[in-house]
Nanobody
Framework: QVQLVESGGGLVQAGGSLRLSCVVSGRTGTIYTMGWFRQAPGKEREFVASINYNGDSTYYADSVKGRFTISRDNAKNTVYLQMNSLKPEDTAVYYC????????????????WGQGTQVTVSS
């Protein structure tokens, strides 16, 4: 089994920054790709960013490209999402996800999920 625990969410003004963290525990050797998704009230869960095991391949949703950066520290079993220039439309619950294979953007193809952390951006 694999467990994911997110942290770092909160309330921030538009234009501000937050860094989310996701700590992975359990059978970490089975994880290859890590991803971040988000879900706003009344909306479907949407892909934000993902990163492969070595950290040399990343992929971003167009809506966050140039503002968000995903990274990982395998020694600490942690993946990060640095969020800059935040906008009110970034308000959502952010979820960390993991899968044993390569980068994809479809949520159902991620096997493991965290409980989520709330990010609220005020205007």
């Amino acid at each position: 089994q694999v467990q994911l625990v997110e942290s770092g969410g909160g309330l921030v003004q538009a234009g501000g920054s937050l860094r989310l963290s996701c700590v992975v525990s359990g059978r970490t050797g089975t994880i290859y790709t890590m991803g971040w998704f988000r879900q706003a009230p009344g909306k479907e869960r949407e892909f934000v960013a993902s990163i492969n095991y070595n950290g040399d391949s990343t992929y971003y949703a167009d809506s966050v490209k140039g503002r968000f950066t995903i990274s990982r520290d395998n020694a600490k079993n942690t993946v990060y999402l640095q969020m800059n220039s935040l906008k009110p439309e970034d308000t959502a619950v952010y979820y960390c996800a993991a899968r044993p294979s390569g980068i994809v953007t479809d949520a159902p193809r991620y096997r493991y999920w965290g409980q989520g952390t709330q990010v609220t951006v005020s205007s």
